[in-house]
């Protein structure tokens, strides 16, 4: 049992690090001042990115039904060729809508991906007895040349101009494709599955999960736009320098990846869920009112000092069985989608009709939401375990 679930954590290592190749490659760096150089305002920004998610919501959808029939190596393999033909068009465009054409790409090579590599990843540290921290892990794994996108990204668009930043992507996109394409990864998602259950995604403890995650990614998809924008054509920063910033930003995300897992075997899935939310409000409101670079930088690190992808996912791969993995992380997907498609929309149109402060506190207000469901989901799980309503509920306290 050890030597196997040994086995498979490694395999999904190596998956992880050929899926992160392409995250050398910080398009949020580039792609809010490059729209604006081209004409754009902040507002379109927002309306492009929130188009964009309507791509990658249908493209979890489908991600899903062809990883049942076909599995995990199919949807790896489209999600990079759509990565190669994203950063031809971002390339070879010479206007707003190429560039949107491009995004488009991205977002559903993005979206073919993030199910098939969390039900892949569920399946396998839910074997483990430190579910949550495994998850940080191998999340970590995946993100880590995000840490160091932004600073790369900024330079060479300094340097040698934007255009040189997506044929970068173009290479690395092929290399990524190549190393998949060798790997044999058939039977990632295949350990010991348990009957399937019925209903799931309709299961009150669930829709609370989804929405509360609904209002994180309202808020969370709207930050690095706006910022972006922010940074480097009000407050007239460079592209290095915001580099820099998202550099501490990133660094910090991917450290908290690891210990927000560890904390949250240790402390309870949701008290943590609850703790980002907290601390999101408090960076949010910190960022509306500095200007100093090295201030901004503390307040957007601030930002990520706990994240809720490992303590979420860690409680799924234990509430649901693994037949419902699919479905539970696409619904979830579907609703972090939903957000990504309001957040920029909404924050961009208080950002330009108002201020980028007024747009921070919004975000910061949204996220209250977030955090009340999450307290009102942990008050429902206690009551089914006192209760004893679900045998299958996941007791956390």
């Known amino acids: 049992m050890a030597t196997r679930v040994k086995r498979e954590l490694l395999k999904l290592t190596a998956i992880s690090l050929s ?75 010479t206007s707003i809508e190429g560039v949107a054409l491009g995004l488009l790409f991205v977002a559903l090579a993005m979206g073919f991906e993030l199910p098939a590599f969390m039900s892949a990843a569920a399946t396998v540290v839910a074997e483990t007895t430190f579910t949550a921290t495994f998850f940080g892990v ?125 904390l949250a075997d240790r402390f309870g899935h949701l008290n943590l869920l609850i703790l980002v939310g907290v601390t999101r409000i408090t960076a949010l409101l910190a960022l509306s009112l500095f200007k100093d670079p090295l201030l901004l930088a503390i307040a957007i690190s601030f930002h990520e000092i706990l994240v809720a992808a490992p303590p979420r ?21 579907l609703a972090q989608e939903l957000g990504r498609m309001t957040g920029p929309l909404l924050g961009g149109y208080i950002a330009e009709k108002y201020s980028h402060e007024l747009a921070f506190i919004s975000l910061a207000l949204i996220l209250v939401f977030y955090s009340v469901l999450i307290v009102s989901l942990k008050i429902l799980t206690k009551q089914h375990a006192r209760n004893r309503e679900h045998t299958n509920i996941y007791k956390l306290n």
């Open 19 to 93: 899926l992160a190749l392409v995250g050398l490659v910080g398009l949020n760096v580039v792609i809010p001042p490059y729209i604006a150089s081209l004409g754009g305002t902040i507002f379109l920004v927002g309306a492009i990115y929130s188009s964009i998610s309507v791509a990658r919501a249908l493209s979890k959808v489908v991600s899903g039904f062809i990883r049942d029939r076909l599995g995990d190596k199919v949807v790896f393999l489209l999600s990079r060729v759509l990565y190669t033909i994203a950063f031809i068009t971002l390339f070879s465009a």
């Open 313 to 333: 996912s860690a409680y799924i791969s234990k509430v649901f069985s693994k037949e419902n993995y699919g479905k539970a992380f696409g619904t979830i997907g």
């Open 138 to 262: 191998i999340l970590t794994i995946r993100s880590a040349p995000i840490v160091v996108s932004p600073i790369i990204t900024g330079f060479i668009a300094d340097n040698y101009g934007v255009r040189a930043v997506f044929l970068i992507g173009v290479f690395l996109s092929l290399i990524s494709l190549a190393l998949l394409y060798k790997m044999n990864i058939s039977r990632i998602g295949t350990i010991e599955r348990k009957p399937v259950e019925r209903g799931v995604v309709l299961r009150r403890d669930f829709l609370i999960l989804v929405t509360s995650t609904y209002f994180l990614f309202t808020s969370l998809s709207a930050l690095i736009p706006i910022f972006s924008h922010w940074v480097v054509k009000r407050l007239k920063y460079s592209y290095t320098i915001l580099g820099f910033m998202l550099l501490a930003r990133n660094i910090t995300a991917s450290l908290s990846r690891i210990y927000s897992g560890t």
